[in-house]
């Protein structure tokens, strides 16, 4: 069985990616503070096996502790390929620096930043000396290569995954069973998010008028076609290991 781990998958980008890669011989653990009832039921449609484990990435210090029996239920099964799809993110809180409360910013660094680079240290730990196929790829966003007014944790929070997967690809490199790793930068697609991001004013998001028009002049695909390139490339022969790739 090909154990896929994917966070967020409740709704938006992920549970796209979810129900691209829902096949028989494929077990989704799908992890949400909601329960993604919706997801787990086009999943099994699909003839693949779905677990859902809830649980609020935000909450790092208690990462370990939630996130231990996943891995274990994973080795328990012994698997033939094992994946982790970090996708949970939040835009929030967007306007400039200062304006916020510090528990607001400590909860987007948190989920953004610390989850998946936790995350990926539980899997990489536990996983390291298995001989089979093993997959980190993190969403990444093209904000994480340019400073957007108003996004300063969000920038700065997606350029620190685009460093993390490729210093773990760097020291994958020299390991005897390598855990591949990459970024997709999935580019704009249509969820919550851009939503979100739609209804801030001009004082917290000076951009926020081409957002509004990105939703209706084609710039913004829809989520299902960009999970299915993701898709493609994470189950792909030739992973793109340490890069950073767009749709
Ligand atoms: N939308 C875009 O245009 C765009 C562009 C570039 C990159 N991205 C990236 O794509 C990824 C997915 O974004 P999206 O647009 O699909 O966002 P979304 O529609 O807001 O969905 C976010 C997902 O993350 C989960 N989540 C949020 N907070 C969580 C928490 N504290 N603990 C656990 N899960 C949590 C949500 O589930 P629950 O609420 O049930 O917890 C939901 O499933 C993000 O990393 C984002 O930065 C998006």
Known sequence: MHEIIITGASRGFGRHVASQLAKPGRHLHLISRSKSEETV??????GAEASIWTMDLSITEKLEETFLPLLHSISSRNPEAI?????????????????????????????????????AHLFVKRFQKLPVKKRIFFVGSGASQRPIHGWSHYCSSKAGIDMLAKTIALEQDTREHPVETAVFNPGRIETDMQETIRNKSKEDFPLVDDFVASASDGRNLPPEQVAEKMARIFLSDSFPHGEIVGR
């Not at 039921?41 to 699909?46: H, L």
């Not at 200062?98 to 987007?108: F, P, Q, V």
Request: net charge negative; no cysteine; charged share 20%.
């Open 83 to 119: 994946g982790l799809i970090n996708n949970a993110g939040t835009i929030e809180p967007v306007g400039p620096l200062g304006k916020y409360d510090t528990a607001d910013y400590r909860n987007h660094l948190e989920l953004n930043y610390v989850a998946p680079a936790l995350l």
């Open 41 to 46: 039921s086009e999943i099994r449609n699909k």
